[in-house]
């Protein structure tokens, strides 16, 4: 359980950090990406975003497996 923690909380910090360039490509404004703001700073979930880029890294994947 504190494997799976520390990797979705590197994972947001990932995506945090990320949230400008992603932003410029035009990612980041999907219906599953979500803003809010508590405590002064404003925070990103992008969700969309991730599945996006998680289905075309999959692609690349299986092209790549399917060449070797």
Do not use: N
């Amino acid at each position: 359980m504190l494997r799976w923690l520390l990797f979705v909380t590197l994972a947001l910090m990932v995506f945090q950090w990320a949230w400008p360039w992603m932003h410029r490509l035009g990612l980041g404004r999907l219906p599953l990406d979500w803003r809010f703001r508590t405590f002064g700073r404003e925070w990103v979930l992008p969700l969309g975003s991730a599945l996006v880029i998680t289905a075309a890294l999959t692609v690349v994947e299986r092209l790549f497996w399917h060449w070797t």
